[in-house]
């Protein structure tokens, strides 16, 4: 193979074993067109554009890389640097290709955005976007989530989208997706599926890669790592990091998963979200990849403190770039992640989102490895506000609850 940066944005969709197009044959005129558009798109001067403009001007980037010098000195070993995804607005790194997915979907005259969410970062990107490009939006939520995380359903309903509770199956994330697909089916002319991660059927896991990959086109510039980790759910901020380095043969990419309460073979309980330690080839979802099932391939319910984790597949790139070696995967317990938040808040005074503590706890466990002069780079996916009511809870409990009962 010649190039990996081209192979993983190949027009087929296809990674290695990974990937493809698993879906219902009345979506397929609508996939083959958003895939063509995009990869017109991506060659249209005016369009790249609009994108950068819309990157520098409305989401803050270039985002900063930070060298954590306390969290170094701490820990004694390799310098640690990270780069501030949580400064982007709406708190994420989930914004890149929201606005590279919305600026599609008004050149293919598109009028409504839906979108799936579990945390509800997602959804909140998408109802940022679709305020600001004048879109209607719809954002497809399990009950469970809509009534745990009310403070990101209060925010997306600002924005003017409509939350709608998913009654159906587990009521989590999972059943968010296929209400949001049966959407998109009853009206696919007026209609973008505005897909939160680079999973999915082609071509999202090649758009969104390739909307991410502003991230390490950025670090690039502003430093030459020996190594870059990046948490991965679904694998959106881990492909943005990589991407334009997986050509770079010296340097080692490190994809961290969620170990939640640790991993146990256990077929009934699943109480991590870590699919390359316990999961199984499968098709779901409408792509092939590494998923957390049963022998039957129903989806098992996954756990992970950080509920941007909390999830059963995995993007295909992730998959393929796995199998051939070019990246390697470790997890982090629920335990391990809060000691990582604690402590990055301590040393630097930067919360991370739960998500991006899992990132935060590999590279602190690799720096005591390494000589002083290797560089680190691990991608702060996200702000911790929005984790604000699970910490409070595990690190300040009796003290929050007060608060909460004199809000009532
Ligand atoms: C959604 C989310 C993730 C996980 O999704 P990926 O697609 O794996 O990046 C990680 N961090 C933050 C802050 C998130 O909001």
Do not use: W
């Not at 990869?39 to 369009?47: E, G, H, L, M, P």
């Not at 170990?259 to 256990?266: H, K, L, S």
């Amino acid at each position: 193979m010649k190039s990996l940066k081209k192979y993983i944005l190949n027009r087929s969709g296809h990674f290695g074993i990974y990937g493809g197009r698993y879906i219902p044959e009345t979506l397929i005129p609508i996939m083959e067109n958003l895939e063509l558009e995009f990869y017109r798109a991506i060659k249209d001067k005016d369009f790249k554009l609009e994108l950068s403009n819309l990157n520098k001007n409305y989401t803050g980037r270039p985002t900063p890389l930070y060298f954590c010098e306390n969290l170094t000195k701490k820990v004694g070993g390799a310098k640690i640097y990270l780069k501030n995804e949580g400064l982007a607005h709406t708190g994420a790194h989930k914004i890149n290709h929201c606005l590279g997915q919305a600026l599609l979907a008004k050149r293919l005259g598109k009028t409504r955005l839906i979108a799936e969410t579990g945390a509800g970062q997602h959804g909140l990107a998408v109802s940022a976007v679709a305020a600001k490009m004048g879109f209607s939006c719809t954002i497809y939520m399990g009950e469970k989530d809509f009534l745990r995380q009310k403070p990101n359903v209060f925010f997306m309903e600002r924005a003017g989208a409509k939350v709608i509770p998913v009654l159906e199956g587990g009521r989590t994330l999972k059943d968010a997706i296929s209400a949001a697909l049966r959407d998109l089916m009853s009206d696919p002319l007026n209609t973008h599926y505005l897909l939160g991660t680079v999973c999915g059927p082609h071509p999202y896991p090649v758009m969104n890669a390739y909307f991410q990959s502003v991230i390490g086109r950025e670090v690039k510039k502003q430093i030459t790592p020996d190594y870059l980790i990046a948490s991965v759910g679904g694998g959106s901020n881990a492909m943005g990091l990589f991407y334009e380095f997986l050509d770079d043969k010296s340097l080692e990419m490190i994809g961290v998963e969620a170990g939640g309460r640790g991993i146990t073979e256990d077929s009934k309980k699943c109480e991590h979200a870590a699919r390359f330690e316990t999961g199984t080839l499968g098709v779901t979802e409408g792509f092939k990849s590494f998923f957390l099932q049963n022998e039957d391939g129903q989806i098992k319910n996954t756990h992970s403190i950080s509920a941007g984790l909390d999830y059963s597949g995995v993007g295909p790139q992730i998959s393929y770039l796995r199998d051939i070696g070019r990246i390697k995967t470790s997890y982090a317990l629920d335990s391990d992640v809060l000691n990582a938040y604690q402590l990055l808040a301590k040393e630097e005074g930067i919360f991370a989102a739960l998500e991006s503590s899992h990132a935060v706890a590999e590279a602190i466990r690799l720096a005591a490895t390494l000589p002083k002069e290797k560089i680190i780079v691990f991608n702060c996916s996200g702000r911790g506000d929005k984790d604000l009511f699970i910490v409070a809870k595990e690190l300040d409990s009796e003290n929050f609850k007060n608060f909460l009962k004199t809000q009532i």
